[in-house]
């Protein structure tokens, strides 16, 4: 089993800047891919971003490219999301997965991904 357990999350204005963690405890770090997700209220969650074990390669949605980055520490067990330039669409909460499995295929789907946290809640005002 793998715990996740996601953090940082809160009210941020638009056009500014927040960090989300993801901290992984359960299994070795270093052999899960990790992504990020997020769900808006009344709307399906929506792949965000997700990077590779080792950490070489980073997948991101369209709607984020060029303004989120993620990241990862293997020796600290935690992956980041950071997010700048932030806008009112990318409020919702904030979801951390993980999978042993190689990033191939439909990644971007939620199916694909085993392990879950809880969510970090991200609130952008205008």
């Known amino acids: 089993q793998v715990q996740l357990v996601e953090s940082g999350g809160g009210l941020v204005q638009v056009g500014g800047s927040l960090r989300l963690s993801c901290a992984a405890s359960g299994r070795t770090f270093s052999n899960l891919a990790m992504g990020w997700f997020r769900q808006a209220p009344g709307k399906e969650r929506e792949f965000v971003g997700s990077?590779?074990?080792?950490?070489?390669?980073?997948y991101y949605a369209d709607s984020v490219k060029g303004r989120f980055t993620i990241s990862r520490d293997n020796a600290k067990n935690t992956v980041y999301l950071q997010m700048n330039n932030l806008k009112p669409e990318d409020a919702g909460v904030y979801y951390c997965?993980?999978?042993?499995?190689?990033?191939?295929?439909?990644?971007?789907?939620?199916?694909?991904?085993?392990?879950w946290g809880q969510g970090t809640q991200v609130i952008v005002s205008s």
């Open positions: 997965a993980a999978n042993q499995r190689v990033i191939s295929g439909r990644f971007h789907d939620t199916d694909w991904w085993y392990y």
């Open positions: 990077i590779t074990q080792g950490g070489a390669s980073t």
